[in-house]
């Protein structure tokens, strides 16, 4: 095996999620020719410019740092051909990365992607995952080619989905179990040990881009689907719904009430095991309220809002 040789790695990414497998194969045997992450951008209200997560890490570790705006302009191409990589590695890039640069480095573009492949392929597979109600989800090591995750896999792992995960929460744990993955991967690919499989594209299921709109809850739906709901657009978008004319968004959710049916979007007070709880009625059960926040506000725990809004209870959301 050729573990104790160097090889030379072109690492692309941007968000928090790719930071973990920056952070493993710079601890690898590997030189680690340049990290590719998307440009500066201004962001929040104040437009002051920010610096990708993966930008950040690369610098900390004295890494050269490229920020093309495209990978398909032929000075790009021409770069990445001068730094002759033996692998690519990709993790939440955010940009398509073009066949001239596919067919680079000898041992292809490796990727990481928060999915048991081929379900979920695309935008958004963490979000989708917790959406459906799966009970598990993992992390696929894939090489890239001109389709949307449509290569052949290299390795899999499987993890449980929590009752208490969110997009975010969840997202996080597959970027470590992700890194970790690859690190244990990538030698065994880049040796010559491991054979890649083809995707089964009868099983294939592709997701799309989560817009704000898709935040608004629908409470003829069930509380099941709102509690799913609710997780997988948390942080982004938030589910919300509307009272007395203002944005309420609903952070977190359960599923712990049972009582009679009630109206869709009648918010009730249940008495159980001597405590008081908070539900709102749905199409099929009642949503138990945890954690909510009124529009220019904070988020709290609904006993507080409810100390602090006694009109809410028996109120209708919109």
């Known amino acids: 095996m050729l573990h104790n040789i160097r090889k ?81 590695v990709v993790a939440a890039y955010g940009l398509m990365i073009p066949k001239e640069i596919l067919a680079l480095p000898h041992c292809g573009c490796v990727n990481i992607h ?20 799966d009970a598990a989800t993992g992390v696929t090591i894939m090489l890239l080619d001109e389709g949307m995750d449509t290569g052949p896999i290299l390795a899999q792992i499987e993890i449980p989905i929590s009752a208490a995960d969110t997009t975010g929460t969840l997202t996080d744990t597959l970027a470590g179990v992700g890194a970790r993955l690859l690190f244990e991967t ?29 935040g608004q809850i629908d409470w003829s739906i069930s509380a099941a689907e709102l509690w799913c709901q609710i997780r997988a657009y948390n942080p982004w978008p938030g589910s919300y719904t509307r009272w007395l004319g203002k944005r309420l968004r609903i952070d977190a959710a359960g599923l712990g009430i049972t ?10 007070s249940v008495q159980r095991d001597g405590a008081t709880h908070i539900g709102v009625g749905t199409g099929d059960g009642i949503l138990e309220l945890l954690r909510v926040q009124l529009e220019g506000k904070k988020v709290v725990s609904i006993r507080d809002f409810v100390q602090g809004h006694r009109e809410f ?3 209708r959301l919109d």
């Open 186 to 214: 990538l030698p065994h690919w880049l040796s010559g040990e491991i054979k890649p499989q083809p995707q089964d594209n009868r099983r294939a299921v592709n997701t799309r881009q989560v817009s704000k709109d898709d």
């Open 114 to 133: 928060p999915s048991l492949l081929p379900l979920y392929r695309g935008a958004s597979p963490v979000s989708t995952a917790i959406l459906k109600g």
């Open 8 to 88: 030379k790695i072109i690492f692309m990414g941007t968000p928090s999620f790719a930071v973990p497998a920056l952070e493993a194969i710079s601890a690898g045997p590997y030189d680690i020719a340049a990290v590719y992450t998307q440009p500066d951008r201004e962001a929040g209200r104040g437009k002051r410019v920010t610096t990708s997560p993966v930008k950040q890490t690369a610098l900390a570790h004295g890494l050269p740092v490229k920020q093309p705006e495209k990978l398909r302009n032929p000075d790009v191409i021409a770069t990445l051909r001068g730094y002759a990589p033996d692998v690519i």
């Open 313 to 315: 209870i028996g109120s």
């Open 259 to 268: 009582a009679d049916p009630v109206e869709p979007g009648r918010v009730v």
